[in-house]
């Protein structure tokens, strides 16, 4: 019996995440009306924490993250091999615009590009991102949730090829 409850909580578990997940496709909006919504943001000192899933397989890294609103974002992975991934204007141009276009606020790139998702509930706002067709990002990307309150809490990329990435934030903003 207690086997039977502990599968029972993880598989209704598993369909409010995966429910909750899904839902912010259910709120079209435009770049227009979730600019006037969201928050200004301001650059970031963080601690991260990040999960891929490719396949069955999960692999976990974290470490230090900076953003700065001007020049983009840098990751500094701790463990469990160390490195640092620039996301500068000059290198990973596409998902700097992207983090970029968000914390200015400035989502005619995103317009362009993307059809665009807005959900704000319990002071937690969210935002969707699915590549359009012409977008060069449709042969790359199934879509993007972001989430946070005044500053990005949690970034999930889906993409084609390389499965999802769901990224943590614990930040101090500057």
């Known amino acids: 019996m207690r086997r039977f409850l502990v599968l029972l909580i993880l598989i209704l578990a598993g369909i409010n995440f995966c429910l909750a997940s899904d839902d912010i496709f259910n709120h079209p909006s435009t770049g227009?009306?979730?600019?006037?919504?969201?928050?200004?943001?301001?650059?970031?000192?963080?601690?991260?924490?990040?999960?891929?899933?490719?396949?069955?397989?999960v692999l976990k890294s974290g470490g230090?993250?900076?953003f700065i609103k001007d020049?983009?974002?840098?990751?500094e992975t701790l463990y469990p091999i160390k490195s640092t991934v620039s996301y500068t204007s000059s290198q990973?141009?596409?998902?700097?615009?992207?983090?970029v276009a968000i914390s200015n606020n400035n989502f005619t790139y995103l317009d362009k590009n993307?059809?665009?998702y807005y959900k704000s509930e319990n002071s937690i706002w969210t935002v969707g991102l699915k590549p359009k067709k012409s977008s060069v990002a449709s042969s790359?990307?199934?879509?993007?949730?972001?989430?946070?309150?005044?500053?990005i809490e949690n970034i999930?990329?889906?993409?084609?090829k390389n499965g999802i990435t769901d990224i943590s934030f614990k930040c101090t903003t500057n």
Request: hydrophobic share 40%; with cysteine; charged share 30%.
């Open 92 to 99: 990973n141009k596409q998902i700097n615009d992207i983090m």
């Open 32 to 57: 227009k009306q979730v600019s006037k919504l969201m928050p200004r943001l301001k650059d970031a000192a963080c601690k991260f924490e990040q999960e891929k899933y490719i396949g069955d397989a």
């Open 156 to 160: 999930k990329i889906n993409t084609m």
């Open 64 to 66: 230090n993250f900076k």
């Open 71 to 75: 020049k983009g974002a840098i990751f």
């Open 140 to 151: 790359q990307i199934n879509d993007i949730v972001i989430k946070g309150r005044n500053d």
């Open 114 to 116: 993307f059809n665009i």
